[in-house]
């Protein structure tokens, strides 16, 4: 089982569409989960931090359930600029050391 | 602007011929990382530099070297490029406070190809 996975779509939705991804995690050790979005040929950029209280920002929305290990991004009122890659990321210590785990993305596509 | 920055952006080697691969950063994070992404793959991590403390994944071969002289500059080194090597190379940056682990800010990547 992989350590981080994500439903690698591609999610084909017209504009104005509400959309949720999923990721899940297997260790439980993990401290601090991301939503990284990676345009195609680019480099990954910072969509939002996952509190655990859940966090919104704009047309976007993030929880983290740890009792079930995993986490959601929720886009609202989708954009044709939202075509992208999104990627979880869980990071955690683990003897010292700091362990950064990617999945492999979710891949959007939003159609006018 | 703070940024990272990576060069060569495009770089190409021949099979077993040793190329190095360079990253700078002017945001004064102390943890620089370095990624291999493949085409429609997760990036995975080669190994990371929290302040001069090198940290290898235990899964990264050792055909693959850093060198951090600095905390702005930091170079992957492949001894003997193979054709599997082909990729993206990521190097990214944190400000890290020990604890849980914070944003990371990538460069715009090193595209590696090995003839």
């Known amino acids: 089982r992989k350590e981080v996975e994500q439903d690698p779509g591609p999610f084909n939705v017209p504009e104005g569409a509400t959309v949720a991804f999923n990721c899940t995690y297997s260790?439980?050790?993990?401290?601090?989960f991301f939503w990284y979005r990676q345009d195609c040929r680019k480099e990954p950029k910072l969509l939002m931090s996952?509190?655990?209280s859940g966090n919104e920002d704009g047309r976007f929305t993030a929880q983290l359930n740890r009792a079930s290990q995993y986490i959601s991004l929720l886009i609202r009122d989708s954009k044709l600029s939202d075509s992208a890659t999104y990627l979880c990321?869980?990071?955690?210590?683990?003897?010292?050391?700091?362990?950064?785990?990617f999945g492999s993305g979710t891949r959007l596509q939003v159609q006018p | 602007d703070a940024m990272v920055i990576q060069n060569p952006r495009y770089q190409v080697t021949q099979f077993g011929k040793p190329v190095t691969l360079s990253c700078s950063q002017t945001?004064?994070?102390?943890?620089m990382y370095w990624y291999q992404q493949k085409s429609s793959q997760a990036p995975k991590l080669l190994f990371h530099?929290?302040?001069?403390?090198?940290?290898n994944e235990a899964d990264t071969p050792d055909n693959f070297q850093s060198r951090r002289p600095n905390t702005s500059f930091c170079f992957l080194d492949i001894r003997s490029p193979g054709l599997g090597d082909a990729a993206m190379y990521l190097c990214?940056?944190?400000?890290?406070?020990?604890?849980?682990?914070?944003?990371?800010?990538f460069g715009p990547g090193t595209r590696l190809t090995v003839l």
């Open positions: 990321v869980v990071n955690r210590r683990e003897a010292g050391r700091r362990a950064l785990t």
């Open positions: 990214a940056t944190s400000r890290d406070s020990g604890l849980a682990g914070r944003e990371q800010f």
């Open positions: 530099y929290y302040d001069k403390d090198f940290n």
């Open positions: 996952v509190y655990s």
């Open positions: 260790n439980s050790a993990s401290q601090s």
């Open positions: 945001l004064n994070h102390n943890v």
